[in-house]
Nanobody, 129 residues
Framework: QLHLVESGGGLVQPGGSLRLSCVAS????????IAWFRQAPGKEREGVAYINNADGRTYYRDSVEGRFTMSRGDARNTVYLQMNSLKPEDTAVYYC??????????????????????WGQGTQVTVSS
């Protein structure tokens, strides 16, 4: 069974930075896609960034482009999300998720929760002065 654990969340002032980590353990089969999502109170869960193993590229939602950087660690079962220039609207619980069984996805649907089959428990990020 695949197990994802996020860490690195916390309280930060606007303009500050945080780095989130996600470590996969257990049955770490091939990941077709690994992503970061977030969910703010009263809002739907939304994709923040993802790595598509088919082309090795990283993709970001428009609102975080240029501020957030998703990367892999030297250990292939670890990914990071470096978040700079944080804004109050970035406040949310951040989740790591993977696609291990591809059921067909598009550049649009891959930024929604539906294609993902494994999720971490989330880590809270609060941006406030």
């Amino acid at each position: 069974q695949l197990h994802l654990v996020e860490s690195g969340g916390g309280l930060v002032q606007p303009g500050g930075s945080l780095r989130l980590s996600c470590v996969a353990s257990g049955f770490t089969s091939y990941f077709y896609v690994i992503a970061w999502f977030r969910q703010a109170p009263g809002k739907e869960r939304e994709g923040v960034a993802y790595i598509n193993n088919a082309d090795g590229r990283t993709y970001y939602r428009d609102s975080v482009e240029g501020r957030f950087t998703m990367s892999r660690g030297d250990a292939r079962n670890t990914v990071y999300l470096q978040m700079n220039s944080l804004k109050p609207e970035d406040t949310a619980v951040y989740y790591c998720a993977v696609v291990t069984v591809p059921r067909g996805f598009t550049p649009t649907t891959i930024m929604t929760p539906q294609p993902y089959d494994s999720w971490g428990q989330g880590t809270q990020v609060t941006v406030s002065s």
